[in-house]
């Protein structure tokens, strides 16, 4: 068995010498990519300058008013967005106030929707019986006092009392027509104009009552002024803070101010729009540029330099902000004197952690080679290069993101150039 073994060994060795190469997988296959040449221009050499990375907005949120802390709803580090509550203070005395507020409010309403309704039929029909009952009893003492005043001016039996009793009838059930006759055609006509405007004033009243109460409750919430990321924690459940007293610090960091001191001969050389490019070792893995947007007049009394703030979009994502306020950042200033350079498109930049190659394509053998470059200024879409590349060298600006070292390609147009693998 042994001696099987070994010649099933040396069978394999012998088959294994004589086996013709087979070619590597990346030898086999072809990429279509896009490509570009590098050209020689002139443009305004780079200062390399550090800066630090500030939110573009902080916010040290406060209490619109006095109160008690019922709820603290964020932590530091928490994502928040544009009218997230924050800070709940308590609220209950509102409340009550609130709720007995819309019940006056209702009352209110239905005093005026009565008024506005006018005379019911069945109010009408309780009137006119009421004003035909009045009619009759007067209509009883008007005769009744006429008999009994005859009978005393004839000097019959009738005492002065019965007469003088007789007549006050006659006056009380007067007026008590006169009354029901008012009444009835008041019922008719339905209410007064008056009365209306008087009871919708009293309704607006308790409708304002109500706006306001609603927007002192308003104010017991504390909410985010924009979206950003909880910094700073000045309160806690249970803590009594007044107006004006901070209570949580927000900072925006979904755009990000790269802060840079540029001395005097320098910042006269820099324009509003300049495009800048940002490096922040081992955290960015792709190109990163901003703008300047902002240069202050005004040195710094003990370095003498000026800051200049260079706006940069910043990404954000599950894991937060890559960009995080506090960070260093090498900054390329595009303000030293003019002078030929080596520039390519930025798509031509392939990032692999602190690395930055381009793949050179030799339209002879239409293989590539992966070389290290160094960045300097950018302008527009074009970037300084230096390092293994020469003026007039094609490089892949599509397509390249699988590439490796000896891959044969097939060059395509920049503008219909595939970057999917044949």
Request: proline fraction near 3%.
């Amino acid at each position: 068995m042994f001696r099987t073994q070994r010649c099933l060994l040396l069978s394999l060795l012998l088959s294994a010498l004589f086996l013709p190469d087979i070619p590597s997988v990346n030898a086999q296959r072809t990429q279509n990519v896009a490509v570009t040449q590098v050209q020689e221009l002139e443009f305004a050499g780079s200062q390399n300058s550090v800066g630090i990375i500030n939110a573009s907005k902080t916010a040290r949120v406060g209490a619109a008013v006095d109160g008690r802390v019922a709820d603290l709803l964020v932590e530091e580090g928490d994502a928040v967005t544009t009218g997230q509550p924050l800070v709940n203070l308590q609220t209950a005395i509102l409340q009550f106030q609130l709720e007995g507020a819309k019940a006056e409010l209702a009352l209110r309403q239905a005093e005026l929707d009565e008024l506005n309704a006018g005379t019911t039929k069945e109010e009408l029909d309780a009137s006119m019986a009421n004003l035909r009952a009045s009619e009759a009893a007067k209509k009883f003492s008007d005769w009744n006092f006429s008999r009994v005043e005859k009978l005393f001016q004839g000097g019959q039996v009738v005492s002065e009392t019965e007469f003088q009793q007789a007549q006050a009838n006659q006056k009380r059930d007067e007026q008590l027509y006169q009354a029901a006759l008012s009444s009835h055609r008041l019922n008719v006509r339905g209410p007064r104009k008056e009365l209306i405007v008087q009871a919708t004033a009293r309704l607006n009243g308790q409708v304002a009552v109500i706006k306001s109460l609603e927007e002192q409750l308003k104010r017991h919430t504390i909410i985010s002024p924009f979206n950003g990321f909880v910094t700073i924690k000045h309160s806690e459940q249970g803590q009594w803070v007044t107006k004006g007293e901070v209570v949580v610090q927000i900072i925006k960091l979904d755009e990000v101010d790269v802060v840079v001191n540029v001395t005097a001969d320098h910042v006269s050389k820099l324009a509003l729009g300049d495009q800048v490019r940002i490096d922040v070792p081992n955290v960015t893995q792709q190109l990163v540029f901003g703008d300047v947007f902002a240069i202050v007049p005004e040195a710094d009394p003990q370095s003498r330099t000026f800051p200049v703030k260079i706006r940069v979009k910043n990404e954000v994502g599950k894991a937060g902000p890559v960009l995080k306020a506090g960070m260093l950042a090498r900054v390329e200033l595009p303000v030293g004197k003019p002078k030929k350079m080596l520039m390519a498109p930025k798509d031509a930049i392939v990032l692999n952690g602190n690395r930055r190659t381009m793949f050179v394509v030799d339209e002879t053998t239409m293989q590539v080679s992966e070389v290290a470059v160094e960045l300097g200024v950018s302008n527009g879409d074009l970037i300084e290069v230096t390092g293994g590349v020469e003026a007039g060298q094609s490089v892949v600006i599509r397509g390249n993101e699988r590439l490796k070292s000896g891959q044969k390609v097939q060059i395509t147009s920049p503008q219909t150039g595939s970057s999917k693998e044949e």
